[in-house]
């Protein structure tokens, strides 16, 4: 699928190495089902294909990003944050402009890892992670839960992307993520903000995503992104072990996410531009 845009063309051309390090954007919401791993994964996939050079750091023991898009790798936050190898050690090269640090199991122990660490424990991989490795973002797929794990994502990123599911219960897991937010922001005293609050599974024959939608903007006013609607595409490419753009590139879901890239790459270019 044809992703690159003027904007995007424009952007590539005015990139100069006087600009901050990559963009660091945490994908978390701490109720499950909310599309995380497929909202991280076509993030990833489409930056990577309009040129931009990504990352995806998957903080969750499922290991579902490698799964989703086909891939194996021997190494994980484990690796890197405990055992302390060199990042170009531990990722994997996916696609074109695309790596990936998987997860698996071995995160159960790098939680153990964590726990266990007096000092410090909350921003590890920010420590690990202090260069900036030549990538324009660097995307982490956080698991269902308040983890050390996820608080080290919440003090490496910048930026959060909350993916929520057009549904009553889904709007619950906000609030906790908002306290969560809170806490990192007071007590670790690490300024991330919410980027976008991104509706999924959009249902327009359902009165109650068009209310779950009405209720985020009230809250989230111009940070509420267009919704993801219900897709049969979106589910079917994990088990082709594609992205959405690679399986189904003219469905809807694909044309959702892209609205998403396009977003996120305009958010970068004026960040750049306000720093410049």
Wanted: glycine share 6%; hydrophobic share 40%.
């Amino acid at each position: 699928m044809a992703c690159r845009t003027p904007a995007v063309q424009d952007y590539r051309q005015r990139r100069t190495h006087t600009e901050r390090g990559p963009m660091r954007i945490a994908v978390l919401n701490q109720k499950g089902g909310t599309g995380k791993t497929t909202t991280t994964v076509a993030l990833g996939s489409g930056l990577a294909l309009a040129g931009h050079r990504v990352l995806i750091i998957d903080v969750d023991s499922q290991g579902h990003v490698a799964i989703s898009l086909g891939i194996e790798g021997k190494h994980t936050l484990y690796h890197l944050m405990v055992e302390e190898r060199p990042l170009n050690q531990c990722v994997i090269n996916a696609r074109p402009n695309l790596d990936v640090l998987v997860g698996d199991d071995t995160l159960a122990s790098a939680e153990i890892f964590l726990a266990r660490k007096n000092e410090g424990r909350d921003k590890l991989l920010r420590k690990v992670l202090h260069e900036n490795h030549d990538y324009d973002f660097i995307l982490l797929d956080c698991g269902p839960s308040l983890s050390l794990l996820n608080m080290n994502a919440l003090t490496f990123a910048d930026h959060l992307i909350v993916p929520v599911s057009c549904d009553f219960l889904s709007l619950v897991g906000v609030k906790q993520v908002m306290k969560t937010l809170k806490n990192v922001n007071q007590v670790l005293l690490h300024p991330i903000s919410i980027m976008g609050i991104l509706p999924t599974f959009y249902d327009m024959r359902n009165n109650i995503s068009d209310e779950s939608i009405k209720t985020l903007k009230g809250y989230f006013h111009d940070k509420v992104l267009p919704p993801i609607r219900v897709n049969t595409r979106l589910k079917e490419a994990p088990q082709h072990r594609q992205s959405i753009f690679e399986y189904a590139p003219d469905s809807r879901g694909a044309s959702d996410y892209q609205k998403v890239v396009d977003w996120v790459v305009r958010e970068h270019q004026r960040r750049a531009q306000a720093t410049a």
